[in-house]
């Protein structure tokens, strides 16, 4: 699986936007980026995924460049409910379509 | 449906004993995982299964762990002669085969194992 890099910890105010950045230079022609969180004591929670082109769900937006080697989740409008680790995680390719390689993730503090 | 259940929350156990937790899954949800989590680390993955057949396992699960599905519903996962070692959140998920992971999975709130 293609390794991730996100920055270990980032702070947001509530209300405001909260810009998650991923780097995955390795990634595959068919391997899928996910995002999930994880808020303290409680198991990973999925976000979204995407493969190519930009996705949006009732919790998140997901950017995917064009040259696939980095991404962006975006929380529109950050709550304190939204503290929690995220986690990119680059997966699904044809010989692997079962495992999450989980990094050590992106620690979201949002400040009131 | 409520998601993914595991039991127990939490067990606290002493060194060389045997444990035993249970996951049961989404009705609907033919594949299911388990992962362990160590304090500051992320999930690592431990065993999958689709339906009742065991597909891989992590070189993590070493001959004391031992995890069952019968009948494709719920799981065990079993640990014998414990250590501290194996003190962590113990995590399942479940999800749909065959482009079920493209969904996401759906993980349970896990069991905490501590070993004294």
């Known amino acids: 699986d293609a390794k991730t890099t996100q920055p270990p910890s980032m702070d947001c105010a509530e209300g405001r936007a909260a810009n998650l950045p991923c780097n995955h230079s390795?990634?595959?022609?068919?391997?899928?980026v996910y995002w999930y969180r994880q808020i303290h004591s409680q198991g990973p929670q999925y976000i979204i995924h995407?493969?190519?082109n930009n996705e949006t769900n009732e919790m998140a937006s997901l950017i995917i460049t064009e040259d696939r080697k980095s991404s962006t989740l975006i929380l529109p409008h950050a709550t304190l409910r939204d503290t929690a680790v995220y986690y990119c995680?680059?997966?699904?390719?044809?010989?692997?379509?079962?495992?999450?390689?989980f990094g050590a993730g992106t620690t979201v503090t949002v400040r009131a | 449906d409520t998601g993914v259940s595991q039991n127990p929350r939490h067990k606290i156990t002493k060194r060389g004993q045997n444990v035993t937790f249970r996951c049961d899954p989404i009705?609907?949800?033919?594949?299911l995982y388990w992962y362990r989590q160590t304090l500051g680390q992320g999930p690592e993955f431990l065993t999958y299964?689709?339906?009742?057949?065991?597909?891989?396992k992590s070189r993590l699960l070493s001959d004391r762990f031992s995890a069952e599905r019968p009948k494709g519903s719920f799981s065990t996962l079993e640990i014998q002669r414990t250590e501290q070692g194996d003190s962590a959140m113990y995590l399942c998920?479940?999800?749909?085969?065959?482009?079920?992971?493209?969904?996401?999975?759906?993980f349970g709130s896990g069991t905490r194992l501590t070993v004294v």
């Open positions: 998920a479940s999800s749909l085969a065959a482009g079920g992971i493209k969904g996401g999975y759906t």
């Open positions: 390795t990634i595959s022609g068919n391997e899928y």
């Open positions: 995407g493969l190519k």
């Open positions: 995680i680059v997966s699904g390719g044809p010989t692997n379509d079962y495992k999450l390689s």
């Open positions: 009705s609907e949800h033919n594949r």
């Open positions: 299964f689709q339906n009742e057949a065991q597909l891989e």
